[in-house]
């Protein structure tokens, strides 16, 4: 993929009307740090097949549909998210954001719960480091 529709992707998924598509409610300064300091793009997909990658993963934490909400925030972030993978770089999230990170299954953060995501039995929360 060249250079140049990269940053137009990446620009699209910056802009506030797609944020508002999605119900997603945080700033751009949050999303930037998501996507490129911790290296979780938007919407990532793991793998196209869910049973496969259960099948080579087997002992780790995976939510397909992940979202990344704070109660200061609400909803950051949403992809699959293999959490055993990806913990140092959650847990350093949570110390940026200087409050709890709590990974949540789709339908805690989506649909009728997209403005007021449901933190009750999160999949992980990372607690931000002193």
């Known amino acids: ?24 409610r945080a700033d751009k300064d949050l999303l930037e740090l998501c996507m490129d300091k911790f290296s979780f793009p938007v919407g990532r997909m793991i793998s196209e097949s869910k049973s496969e990658y259960h099948t080579r993963h ?19 972030w949403y992809g699959d998210l293999d959490v055993t993978l990806s913990k140092d770089r959650l847990q350093q999230l949570a110390t940026n954001l ?14 009728n719960n997209a403005d007021a995501p449901v933190f009750k039995k999160p999949a992980a929360v990372f607690y931000p480091n002193p």
């Open 98 to 111: 200087g409050c709890r990170l709590y990974v949540l299954h789709e339908m805690q953060a989506r649909f």
């Open 1 to 24: 993929m060249e250079i140049k529709s990269l940053r137009k992707i990446t620009r699209f998924f910056l802009s506030e009307k797609y944020w508002r598509s999605i119900n997603v």
């Open 58 to 76: 087997p002992d780790n934490l995976v939510i397909f549909n992940a979202n990344l909400c704070t109660k200061e925030h609400g909803k950051i």
